[in-house]
C-alpha cells in the first residue's frame, strides 16, 4: 500500500491548472491508495457541483473548482477508481472556503468528522476539523493543526481532541500538517502512542517538507520536517520520500508532499 500527504495550499492563482495537471499526473504515476490533503480550497461563491465522486461532509458542499473535485475529474478522465471524500471548515482568503479531503482507489466504508479546536467558526481560520475515512478496515485521517504556542487553539488541545476520538480505534493512520518539529514537544506526544513511518521507513531522503518560512512560521528561513504520516503499529516500511520538491515531481505548493510505501 501506497500513502500520500500534501498540503495543497490550492488558492485559484495563475498557477491553479498546473497544480492539478502536476498532482493528477504524479497521482497516476505512483498510483498512492490513499491520499491526504490539506487546505483544499474552493471558491466560495461558486455553485454547487451536484454530481460528482466527491462527497461532502458538515454542511459545506463540493463547489466548482474544488480544488480535489478538479484533481478527482482529472484521474476520472484515465479511467481510473478514485473517488474521495472533503471536508469544509472555514473560510479563507476572504474568497474560499478551506478544507480536508481524502481521495482513495479503494472503497470508502464510512467517513467521520472530528472538531478539535473549542470553537466552530467558519470565520476563525483557527478553526481546525479531522477528517477520517474507514478504507480497508483501517481508519485513515486527513489532520492540519495549529501551532504548538498558539494562544486561541494550541496544538496539544487540539492533539487531545484526536486522541479521545481514537481511543477505541485499531488500525489508525494520521496523515498531514501537523506543525510540529521532531525535535518539539508536540512531536513526543505524538509518538508516545503513534509510530513516525519516517523513521521506521528502511529507505529514505532527507526528509524535509517546508524548504523556507511560510505562514505561521514567519521568519523561520530553516528547512522544516513539519508533514507527517504516523500509524498506531510498528508496520515495516518500505520508503518515505518528499515529492512536489522540484526533484521529484514540480514544487506546487509551500509544501513538499510525503510519499509512504508499505513493505
Known amino acids: 500500500m ?4 500534501f498540503n495543497t495550499h ?3 492563482d495563475k498557477d491553479y491548472e498546473k497544480k492539478i495537471d502536476v498532482l493528477s499526473s504524479a497521482i497516476l504515476k505512483h ?3 490513499v491520499i491526504a490533503l490539506q487546505e483544499v480550497m ?9 454530481e460528482n465522486s466527491l462527497l461532502s461532509s458538515l454542511n459545506i458542499p463540493v463547489k466548482e473548482d474544488n480544488f480535489a473535485y478538479r484533481v478527482l475529474k482529472r484521474l476520472n478522465e484515465h479511467s481510473s477508481s478514485y473517488r474521495g471524500v472533503y471536508l469544509g471548515i472555514k473560510g479563507a482568503y476572504g474568497a474560499y472556503d478551506e478544507g480536508l479531503a481524502i ?4 472503497e470508502i466504508t464510512s467517513s467521520e468528522a472530528t472538531q478539535l ?3 466552530n467558526d467558519y470565520n476563525n481560520y483557527k478553526t481546525r476539523f479531522a477528517l477520517g475515512a474507514r478504507i480497508d478496515g483501517a481508519w485513515f485521517y486527513s489532520l492540519h493543526f495549529n501551532w504548538w504556542d498558539d494562544k486561541d487553539a494550541p496544538f496539544v488541545n487540539e492533539w487531545n481532541a484526536i486522541r479521545e476520538a481514537l481511543h477505541s480505534k485499531k488500525g489508525v493512520w494520521l ?6 518539529t521532531p525535535s518539539s514537544q508536540g512531536y513526543g506526544l505524538v509518538t508516545q502512542k503513534y509510530y513516525d513511518t519516517y523513521m521506521l521507513a528502511k529507505k529514505i531522503d532527507n526528509g524535509i517538507t517546508v524548504p523556507g518560512d511560510i505562514d505561521g512560521w514567519e521568519n523561520d528561513t530553516s528547512k522544516k520536517r513539519i508533514d507527517y504520516i504516523f500509524t498506531d503499529k510498528s508496520v515495516e516500511i518500505k520508503s ?13 505548493s509551500d509544501h513538499f508532499g510525503v510519499l509512504v510505501e508499505r513493505g
Do not use: C, H, Y
Open 103 to 106: 481521495i482513495t482507489n479503494r
Open 175 to 180: 496523515m498531514g500538517d501537523f506543525n510540529i
Open 2 to 5: 501506497k500513502l500520500l500527504t
Open 31 to 33: 498510483a498512492p491508495n
Open 240 to 252: 518515505s520520500n518528499t515529492v512536489f520538491n522540484g526533484k521529484d515531481e514540480a514544487v506546487i
Open 117 to 119: 479546536t473549542e470553537f
Open 42 to 50: 474552493q471558491p466560495s461563491k461558486n455553485k454547487q457541483v451536484r
Open 10 to 12: 490550492s488558492i485559484v
